[in-house]
T-cell receptor
Framework: DVKVTQSSRYLVKRTGEKVFLECVQDMDHENMFWYRQDPGLGLRLIYFSYDVKMKEKGDIPEGYSVSREKKERFSLILESASTNQTSMYLC???????????FGPGTRLTVT | RKEVEQDPGPFNVPEGATVAFNCTYSNSASQSFFWYRQDCRKEPKLLMSVYSSGNEDGRFTAQLNRASQYISLLIRDSKLSDSATYLCVVKGSGAGSYQLTFGKGTKLSVIP
């Protein structure tokens, strides 16, 4: 059974803290993605990676960085958390073909 | 023009009704099209792909009109369990081919 797991379901951090969100997939997929989802704004792509050590900016990369040292793991880093980064963060993975994208359960991050 | 546009709804329909959602996309070079379903506080999951010839999966029918750049989803004999948000998704081409672009979703509530 396909699986994408995220390190936390709920996270509360303080402004200025460094935050790590971890994502692991067990499907040997090449492509991995980080999105945030906010009411009224839908899913917005932050970063994606199409191979180990490769990364590409999505639509809203400011304030975020990523790391992909192993194929199965894709980390999202908030260097200095701010209140406007309070959101639901969703990780996803996808093979080159077919294009079905599998999502993790999400991490609801609150920055106070 | 936004890349993928959907009517946010909500569509409130009685059980057994037929309901249709439309979605328009702006990039005429888009290659692949999908409908995802997202339950409240859950991750999106693939409902069905959309083929040029149209395709049907049980009570669900998806159609693509490339000339007018829209995609539709028809749900027949609505069930309470169909209540969810339906996301229209488009896969780009060329430099954008790694990415799926998600619409903001159409919310469906099926009422007894």
């Amino acid at each position: 059974d396909v699986k994408v797991t995220q390190s936390s379901r709920y996270l509360v951090k303080r402004t200025g803290e460094k935050v790590f969100l971890e994502c692991v997939q067990d499907m040997d997929h090449e492509n991995m993605f980080w999105y945030r989802q906010d009411p009224g704004l839908g899913l917005r792509l932050i970063y994606f990676s199409y191979d180990v050590k490769m990364k590409e900016k999505g639509d809203i990369p400011e304030g975020y960085s990523v790391s992909r040292e192993k194929k199965e793991r894709f980390s999202l880093i908030l260097e200095s958390a701010s209140t406007n980064q309070t959101s639901m963060y969703l990780c996803a993975s996808r093979d080159r073909v077919p294009y079905e994208q599998y999502f993790g359960p999400g991490t609801r991050l609150t920055v106070t | 023009r936004k890349e993928v546009e959907q009517d946010p709804g909500p569509f409130n329909v009685p059980e057994g009704a037929t309901v249709a959602f439309n979605c328009t996309y702006s990039n005429s070079a888009s290659q692949s099209f999908f409908w995802y379903r997202q339950d409240c506080r859950k991750e999106p999951k693939l409902l069905m792909s959309v083929y040029s010839s149209g395709n049907e999966d049980g009570r669900f029918t998806a159609q693509l009109n490339r000339a007018s750049q829209y995609i539709s989803l028809l749900i027949r004999d609505s069930k309470l369990s169909d209540s969810a948000t339906y996301l229209c998704v488009v896969k780009g081409s060329g430099a954008g081919s790694y990415q799926l672009t998600f619409g903001k979703g159409t919310k469906l509530s099926v009422i007894p």
